[in-house]
């Protein structure tokens, strides 16, 4: 026989045990629907700020690296007179 001691060890950390399981899938569970929607603002949102001011430092008002369009207009010093514009 058991004695009621184990009994009572055993059924209480089986309860805590299942308890903790339950409130672990269901919060794993709310969790994954509310990052659904907060994800992309809580993970979008730094990801793009930090992208736009490494981009901002590189990229002219126009949209053009200038390195890129200086590299371009000395290849090519006849064919593209809009490249020479842009990298004047």
Partial sequence: MIS????????????????????????????????????PIAGGLPIGVCQWIVLRRRIDDNGLDPRIVRDRASKTPGLCPILKGIAS
């Fill in 4 to 39: 009621l001691a184990v009994e009572w060890i055993i059924a209480t950390t089986a309860a805590v045990v299942f308890a903790h399981l339950a409130i672990e899938i269901v919060g794993a569970a709310w969790l994954g629907y509310a990052l659904l929607f907060l994800l």
